[in-house]
C-alpha cells in the first residue's frame, strides 16, 4: 500500500461510522459492475421462475404448507440430530 493510500485509510477510519459507511457504499459503488444486459437476464430468469411457480400452485402441481406445520416438521428435524 503506498504512503499516500495508507494516510487516507487512516484519515477515513478516524471518521464517523455514518461518513465511514458513505464513503464505503460509494467506494464500492465505483467498483466494476454487471453489465445492464447481466442485470435485466438475472431479473428476466427470476421472473419466469416466479410465472413457474405461481402456475404450479394454480394446477395443483405444488402445494403450500401452513407455517405452523412446516415450523413444527422443521423443529423434528433439527431434534432428530
Keep these: 500500500m503506498s504512503p499516500e493510500v495508507s494516510d487516507l485509510l487512516k484519515r477515513a477510519l478516524a471518521l464517523p461510522s455514518d461518513e465511514r459507511a458513505a464513503l464505503a457504499n460509494t467506494l464500492l459503488d465505483s467498483l466494476d459492475t454487471p453489465k445492464e444486459s ?13 410465472a413457474r411457480r405461481i402456475e404450479d400452485l394454480k394446477t395443483g402441481k405444488a402445494m403450500t404448507v401452513p407455517w405452523e406445520q412446516l415450523h413444527r416438521e422443521l423443529l ?3 431434534n432428530e440430530r
Design 38 to 50: 447481466a442485470t435485466e437476464s438475472v431479473e428476466e430468469a427470476w421472473d419466469q421462475e416466479a
Design 76 to 78: 423434528a428435524m433439527v
